[in-house]
């Protein structure tokens, strides 16, 4: 349902195409099942819809963040969002970056409203240009494996999650931790028993002390898991450093990476093997393209991940997922947890895989009953 809704007249220009006017929606649409990690738990889908209209092309972006992350409120997400469009009225940009650039300098921070603004204006000239995102991004329109998520549950909630997920064929598992370490070894245990030829890796959310995720590290190194996401706080290089060196199993910087940056930083302080970069972390499409690239040109390779979002975000972080070489993984699951959709299309979900939808912009539709 609509929480708010607000209208910001802009006469603004990217290039040869106006943007004449944005809407701002807050929705609120309730989650299957609560979304618990080590930050807290999440129980509602709360998300900053952007209408960028053109007259003749609507462009939509979507933001939806934990506040623990980005340090953004449902609410604080739409009343920025609105506010940074008020100051891109009456410019005129040369293209993507200049609009960027605009959007970044308006306000410090606040990721999440620069992402719902940053998809909107992709979309919109995706449309403009008869082009899919993906292919303005200069990527292919790829069918990509994603991980599916179990919560941070009891073991036995745990083992019938598994279950769900290995009904729909999912190759890929990430489980939850950031407990108590021995709850989390044992239903660690418990899940790779039961797996039937899937991998699995475990994220943690900055819930551990170093000497627990050390703890954790030897078993999951004797299960075999693919790599352990954002075990200590994200700040904590040196000891996420003492990690790397005291476990066989690879470190995933989640928390840690917002922009390329902390890329450089994980890097030169030997942090991290893997990073995870999401656009809601990152503050849209072309920031975070800048991070995976930075990435790259250090050998680094990458996840793209997200937020408990709907199919627009998730396939805005599919286009990026496609675009750049060393991303290996994706987590793009988020939208599976609501009970209704704002948008359809985007992408596709069966077996395990992500598939785009073909189409121009986000290929996504609107679907006013959901809302």
Sequence with gaps: ????????????????????????????????HPFVISLGTQRDYNGTIVELESGEHTGYGEGSTIPQITGESPEGVAATTKYVLGTLAGRTFGGLE?????????????????????IAVH??????WGLHVT?????????????????LVPVDESLRQLAELQAERC???????????????????????????????????????????IRLSAVLSERGAMFFEQPLNRHAL????????????????????????????????????????????SGG??????????????????????????????????????????VK??????????????FEGGLTYQDGINRPVKGVGMAVEKVPANW
Excluded at 123 to 128: A, T, V
Excluded at 247 to 258: F, G, Q, R, Y
Excluded at 289 to 315: D, P
Excluded at 329 to 334: E, I, Q, R, S, Y
């Design 171 to 213: 190759s890929i598992i990430k489980v939850k931790v950031g407990g108590k370490v021995e709850d989390d070894i044992a239903r660690v245990r418990a899940v790779a028993e039961h797996l039937r030829g899937e991998r699995f890796y475990v994220d943690a959310n900055q819930g551990y002390s170093l000497r627990d995720a």
């Design 285 to 326: 499409i072309r920031n975070s393209m800048k991070t995976l690239i930075t990435a790259q040109a250090y050998g680094i390779e990458a996840m793209v991940g997200c937020m408990v979002e709907g199919k627009l975000g998730t396939a805005a972080g599919l286009c990026v997922a496609s675009s750049v070489g060393n």
């Design 1 to 32: 349902m609509i929480l708010k809704t607000e209208v910001v007249k802009l006469d603004a220009k990217v290039g040869d195409v106006r943007l004449a006017s944005a809407k701002v929606h807050l929705l609120s649409i309730p989650l299957r």
């Design 329 to 342: 993984f994706t987590d793009l699951d988020g939208y599976t947890s609501m009970v209704t959709q704002p």
């Design 98 to 118: 200049d609009f960027s650039a605009a959007v970044d300098a308006a306000i410090h921070a606040n990721p999440t409203a620069k992402d719902a603004i940053d």
């Design 238 to 281: 040196e000891d996420l450093r003492a990690l790397r060196k005291a476990t066989s199993v690879p470190v995933m910087l989640d928390e840690s990476i917002s922009a390329p940056r902390d890329v450089v930083e994980a890097v030169r302080r030997e942090a991290a093997d893997y990073v995870n970069v999401k656009l809601t972390k």
């Design 135 to 151: 292919q303005m991004l200069g990527g292919r329109l790829a069918e990509l494996p994603t991980s599916l998520t179990i919560g």
């Design 123 to 128: 979309d919109l000239l995706g449309k403009h």
